[in-house]
């Protein structure tokens, strides 16, 4: 399989408990994101990472999200003391490097992963 | 501040008839704008870029600065167009390679 791969691809828990979220971008992929998709919400941007590094983690809602990124591969994001309003889809996308360390401008999505906090 | 707004949230159309969906922007800067489509079951990809100045499954889109538009048109629409469409703005220009995603239009062509 050549596309991102998320897992897991449906996650259910109770309020208050914490969530890995992992995603796995496509080998050489060097830029990573996360977008979180809620019901008429489109796609609100939480963070992106360079490499392992994160120049823009501005959309993180609050201090519960976090994510990292090691090797300049797999990803995971995490969300501490889930509240409802966490539920949404998450999604992953990578994007290949460009010329002079730009990116190409085309971003590869995985299916997501829906988080469903009761 | 950087925001793309999709004003329509669903927009019906029957086969064969023109369709534009629309997309304005507000970014300081140069930016570079994409519409993405997701169809059902499916991942969300890539439909056009605005540099890239091509036609793909029969929809173009043009930049307009004055405006800061960029709609989506296509002018015979056909079933399998129905999907979830949303407009990117990227700042990449300026060396900023978060993407700012609008709200997604989901079109619905009729038969």
């Known amino acids: 399989g050549a596309g991102v791969s998320q897992s897991p691809s449906n996650k259910v828990t109770e309020k208050g408990k914490d969530v890995e979220l992992r995603c796995d971008p496509i080998?050489?992929?060097?830029?990573l994101y996360w977008y979180r998709q809620s019901l008429g919400q489109g796609l609100e941007f939480l963070i992106y990472?360079?490499?392992?590094?994160?120049?823009?983690k501005s959309g993180l809602p609050s201090d519960r999200f976090s994510a990292e990124r090691t090797g300049g591969s797999v990803s995971t994001l995490t969300i501490q003391r889930t509240q409802q309003e966490d539920s949404a889809v998450y999604l992953c996308a990578s994007s290949p490097p460009g010329l002079a360390g730009t990116n190409t401008g085309e971003l590869f999505f995985g299916e997501g992963s829906r988080l469903t906090v009761l | 501040a950087q925001r793309v707004t999709q004003p329509e949230k669903l927009l019906s159309v029957f086969k064969g008839a023109p369709v534009e969906l629309k997309c304005n922007y507000s970014y300081s800067g140069s930016p570079e704008l994409f519409w993405y489509v997701q169809y059902s079951r499916q991942r969300l990809q890539l439909l056009l870029r605005h540099i890239s100045r091509e036609s793909i499954k029969g929809f173009t889109a043009d930049l307009n600065k004055g405006e800061t538009s960029f709609h989506l048109k296509k002018p015979f629409a056909q079933e399998e167009d129905s999907a979830m469409y949303y407009c990117a703005l990227s700042g990449q220009a300026s060396g900023t390679y978060k993407y700012i995603f609008g709200t997604g239009t989901r079109l619905k062509v009729l038969a």
């Open positions: 080998s050489g992929h060097t830029a």
């Open positions: 990472f360079q490499g392992n590094s994160a120049p823009d």
